[in-house]
């Protein structure tokens, strides 16, 4: 299995705006602390092992992470 | 609310750095500077990262993901004022998840460190009897009443002693260089996460950093009650201190005698359990 950097990158991207857009939800009071922790309990491990992935991959092509050995 | 997630993290990181800062000090080590654990998750997240050819792919990576997921959902029960069996019971699916990292990677250090765990979640699941007694003084194990309980009656740290010293040897054992600290005793090298190295590092750091927020501020709660935040982060830091004297001048055990100890203080805990029944409810 290969990703490459620009696919990590824009499952961080899409992670981070799910978890701000929940947290902004739940201040503004139009949704509850349940409904805002139940969106960022799966996003919020995506988003951070997403972002990790994308600060340590090459540019180019997808050698990453999976290389056995 | 994603805010206080991330600095919860990174206090939490910085809890477990003051912790061996303070270990190495008690030792007349030097040790590594308090931001050490946070540096830790960086340099982690830098280096090359691979999946070994001898594991489960799926679980190698899922048990990550999950690691960091309960120990957010525990986060949210604990600023929602939740009930105190939740967060218990994600402790113990904790244990579930250290057996899943030791067994997903195939390697042998990382299913002794798995097996370890089990053994030694037998030990201090059991110590969760410290939470009937909770249950009896407060007639509740929502957070937000036990917090109204001790608003009204004064702190349970005083009223349970016996009890906060059980949770106190709870949180013990999930730290690093600790007596209980079986998990990840050398002769495993690291135990269940011996194989989970690179970004799968990182990543349990940063479930750790939270795991030690959740768990001391969780303490801080049902034994101190409300707390400010400045208050609250005190605690945690003299609670680390206690934590971090207690694994500097103890050895670690072997898994025979941890586990030994640990059913020890259960049964106590049973007979002071069946005292307060009695008392408080005859």
Avoid at chain 2, 27 to 54: A, C, D, N, Y
Avoid at chain 2, 63 to 90: D, N, P, R
Wanted: charged share 10%; hydrophobic share 55%; aromatic share 12%.
């Amino acid at each position: 299995m290969r990703m490459k950097k620009t696919t990590v990158a824009r499952i961080f991207w899409v992670g981070a705006a799910v978890c701000v857009i929940a947290s902004g939800l739940f201040f503004t009071e139009l949704i509850p602390l349940a409904v805002c922790a139940a969106v960022l309990v799966p996003a919020f491990p995506v988003t951070v092992l997403a972002l990790l992935f994308w600060w340590m991959a090459g540019q180019s092509g997808g050698d990453f992470p999976f290389i056995g050995y | 609310m994603i805010a206080e997630l991330v600095l919860a993290i990174l206090f939490g990181l910085l809890l477990l750095g003051i912790h061996r800062k303070l270990i190495a000090r008690i030792q007349r080590r030097p040790g590594p500077p308090v931001w050490q654990e946070i540096l830790h998750m960086l340099k982690f997240s830098f280096k090359t990262t691979w999946i070994p050819v001898t594991a489960s792919r799926t679980l190698f990576v899922a048990v990550v993901l999950i690691a960091i997921g309960i120990w957010t959902a525990a986060f949210y029960v604990l600023v929602s004022g939740g009930s105190l069996l939740v967060i218990l019971g994600i402790y113990m699916l904790h244990k579930i998840v250290e057996h899943g990292f030791g067994l997903s990677s195939g390697s042998p250090y990382g299913k002794y460190g798995g097996v370890r765990s089990v053994i030694s979640a037998a030990s201090e699941i059991p110590l969760f009897v410290s939470v009937a007694v909770i249950g009896v003084y407060s007639h509740s194990l929502d957070l937000s009443s036990i917090i109204q309980y001790q608003q009204a009656y004064g702190p349970l740290l005083f009223t349970a002693f016996p009890a906060a010293c059980a949770m106190f040897l709870v949180i013990l054992s999930k730290m690093p260089f600790g007596p209980f600290s079986i998990v990840e005793s050398k002769e495993l090298v690291s135990g269940y996460k011996t194989e989970h190295f690179g970004i799968w590092r990182a990543g349990l750091e940063v479930c750790n950093g939270l795991k030690t927020y959740v768990l001391l501020a969780v303490f801080l709660t049902v034994f101190i009650g409300p707390l400010t935040l400045p208050w609250l982060l005190a605690g945690m830091i003299i609670l680390i201190v206690l934590l971090a004297f207690s694994c500097a001048i103890t050895p670690m055990m072997s898994p025979f005698d941890s586990v030994t100890i640990q059913m020890i203080v259960t049964g106590m805990m049973l007979v002071y359990a069946a005292i307060v029944l009695m008392v408080v409810h005859p």
